[in-house]
């Protein structure tokens, strides 16, 4: 049982780091101050493009959006996965 155990703990605290992730980047991109592009209602002589830095600070916090995501997704499948070996134990046992 102490297998299963630090499975779920692994799987659990994978899981609580891939959600700080995300609301870590989520934060960035919702605090990103890129300006908004309407061509329709500025003239082309009055448009500000964005700075390469902020692209590329929006395009981090995108990848690490991506990357939490994933975290999370991978650690509940563990949690799952030791759920069922768990279960089966218990079936085995019974």
């Known amino acids: 049982m102490q ?10 605290s994978g899981i609580q780091a891939g959600q700080r ?15 908004v592009q309407r061509p329709d209602q500025t003239p082309p002589s009055q ?6 830095e902020a692209r590329t ?11 939490g995501r994933n975290e999370v997704q991978a650690n509940a499948r563990v949690v799952e996965t030791a759920d069922e070996v768990l279960g089966t134990l218990i079936d085995t046992r019974a």
């Open 3 to 12: 297998i299963s155990g630090s499975a779920f703990s692994a799987g659990l």
């Open 21 to 35: 992730r995300v609301e870590q980047a989520a934060g960035e991109i919702a605090g990103n101050t890129l300006p």
């Open 47 to 52: 448009q500000v493009e964005p700075s390469p």
């Open 57 to 67: 600070d929006l395009a981090e916090s995108l990848v690490g959006l991506t990357q």
